[in-house]
């Protein structure tokens, strides 16, 4: 009725060691409780589990990847939200945005973001493997032929409890995979999607300065050629061809930021294609050479308007 009642709840919990440490919790129901004169909001789950990787203080254990699975019938967990009211200012929590960094900055950010996306696919491709019982170098067991073969079905090998209790192990195991896996691909989503920003917000650095070259080696050309229509005519072309540009340009950035193209292809794809265009207007203003006849163009117009005001004016026709 109030919205407080959860049921099928998942949580994805980590600690701010660049992802380790990752807890997964699931309930079959919990319930959100909070107080007006309190900033503390808890949640109250019933009948789960959690799943916790552990990282070993000793270097050669880690290796084995641990991980701590346990069972709860309630679990309360309280969430502070005075957080939320508060705003940072401060000229580290600006500068932190991808568009504010300089040339240098930016760099330094993309090689740490691309360190941890690669150590945490190594990480979690690791931990996949040793769950799973998968080594990285398997060996080849010499098996004596003599012995009998294992029969069609293993698990006729076992009773009956031991048949259940292996289900419900690989089922849970399966469950638990599944889970770290749909975490682990969207977080790395997110990771590849900051790195295409900060990418798109380097190129743009010198995009920019060539886009003012471009622009003029295609303005200054334009309006040699058109040489009629006063100030108007030439406006108007170049209103267009700026358009044209800032349409393809946000949309290559768009397009890259979400994976679609490169980051480098998405933010110059728009300079590529008018590349040729600013270099035929040079070519041909500096061969004194017309790019269109526009007489052509607007003859046919000027006679077009000229037949319908003739047409809808009987006064003028008359005389």
Known sequence: ENGNILTGVTIHEKANNY???KTVIKAKNGELISNEKSSILKLVLNDGYYYQDVTPKKYEDRTKLPFVKGKFKKQI???DLSELNKTDDSPESVGSTNGMLNVNELRYTLD???KNFKNEIVSFSENINQR?????SPKVIKTDKKKKPLP???LSLY???????IIKMAASTVTSNIYSIETTQKDLKDKQRDINKHLTALYEKFVIAFACFLMFFIGAPLGAIIRKGGLGLPIVFAVLIFITFHFINTFGKRLSQEGGMTPFMGSWMSSFILSPLAILLTYRATNDNGLINFDAITTPISQLFQKISERFSPVQNKQ
Do not use: A, F, M, R
């Open 152 to 154: 069609n079905n293993l």
């Open 132 to 136: 799973v019982g998968i080594k990285s």
């Open 77 to 79: 967990i309280n969430i």
């Open 159 to 165: 009773t009956n409890k031991q048949k259940s209790d």
């Open 112 to 114: 740490s973001l691309n």
């Open 19 to 21: 992802g380790e440490n």
